[in-house]
């Protein structure tokens, strides 16, 4: 119709929220009647809002104070069924999400119906998405569009199943088994908690056959776990906020399935192939080219048809001269275009002049059978700039003692990397999008090693 959709994440605080709605210039809110005290409290810093739909039957909504607003039924039965859809051209905008905004404030990302539409066909072939499979996103709207499931659900006519609220294991197993969901999507935290469940009760998914996972690394322990007890295959991809998001895939393919089983898992650790129509190569420093060797690594630059080039309202363009996006993270290429992710620029761990890829390490903790979540974070130390501290979660609640770890760890990493200390936790930090928030733990845990 014209308008641009923008999906917001209601987790921000409330001083975020208004920094978003004002910068996005959004004149239409569409709520749940949950969120009706939240949006009570900053409406009268809206600078753009006219209207406020809730997305209830009048009964179900309580007495408040917002201004304008009315019930999404009321709306509809005020209107004519008639709709002439306008003509558009395709890079009119459609849809605008902001970046977390982990530093600073967020960042708005506009696409296109262009750019939106070739990402969702693109996703729906890469994964095999035909008109009768069952697809169920685990992904909220505002994290980059449920991945573009949703577009791509309408174009190829697949059945979207959503999950609403209930994402604890029990409620998604029983989704899965009502509406015999053929794949999954989610970030590796929500997987957490469905295998959890599922080993606790001895449960097995009939149906799905295959579970993309992306946002953050997949570790090799669920690629085995998904394919030992479900068999599903893991589908690991790799993307971001300012790619729609789907950059690169590691999908099922006969090469692939032809290895011996653990060199297979060891292939699906990596974060896989470009999209069709989707560039990648790692730079050095001086924005130099790396080889394609598996070995170099450095700053990942991406380009292609639904990659940004510019943030909403910035002045200047986010990519180079030559239109490359820098993603802020650092990989490696293998020499069969393969791409693994090291870290995130900000979260490898700087040490005597070494690197250190907190991926790596937490993959290599959570391959212990007592180990539920790992989470590696760089801190200041005294003599090497940074170390490691490796924060855990056991399956079974107790602490396991720390020489048995680190005597665990070695058998899979050098010594230099063995964290300075192991810290036993209840639960991580964990941002609205399911994602570790390192940011956190880094802050909390700064003086750590330098007290000692
Ligand atoms: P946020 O910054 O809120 O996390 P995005 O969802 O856009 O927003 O995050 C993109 C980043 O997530 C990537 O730059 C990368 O660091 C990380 N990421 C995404 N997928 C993967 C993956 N499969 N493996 C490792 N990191 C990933």
Known sequence: MGAILHTLNPRYSPAQLVYILNHAEDKVLIIDPTFIPLVEGVQDQLNFLETIIIAAEK????????????????LLEQESSEYQWPELSEDTSSALCYTS??????????????????????????????????????????????????????????TLVLPG???????LYELVQQESVDCLLGV??????????????????????QVLVGGSAAPYAMIKAFDEQHDAFLTHGWGMTEMSPLGTINTQTKKAMS????????LQTKQGYPMFGVEIKTVDDDDKELPRDGEASGALKVKGPWIMHTYFKAEGPAV???GWFDTGDVATIHPDGCMQIVDRAKDVIKTGGEWISSIDLENAALTHENILEACVVGVPHPKWDERPLLFLITKDGNQIDKQEI??????????????????????????????????????EYKEHLMEK
């Open 188 to 209: 590796p935290t929500v997987w957490l908690g469905l295998l959890q469940y599922l080993e606790g009760k001895g449960l097995k998914m009939e149906s799905v056959d």
């Open 165 to 171: 609220h209930a994402l604890d294991g029990e409620s």
């Open 259 to 266: 290895l011996p089983t653990e060199e297979r898992y060891q």
């Open 320 to 322: 180079d001269d030559e």
């Open 101 to 158: 905004g982990t530093t600073g404030n967020p960042k708005g990302v506009l696409y296109s119906h262009r750019s939106t539409i070739l990402h969702a066909i693109s996703i729906a072939g890469t994964m095999g998405f035909h008109s009768s499979s069952a697809v169920l996103p685990v992904v909220p709207m505002f994290h980059v569009n449920a991945w573009g499931v949703p577009y791509s659900a309408l174009i190829n006519g697949f």
């Open 406 to 443: 680190n005597d665990f760890l070695l058998e899979k990493v050098v010594k230099w990397w063995l964290p300075d200390d192991i810290i036993f936790v209840k639960e991580l930090p964990h941002g609205a999008t399911g994602k570790l928030l390192k940011v956190d733990l880094r802050e």
């Open 59 to 74: 009964s179900a909504i309580p007495e408040n104070n917002l201004n304008n607003a009315c019930s999404y039924d009321d």
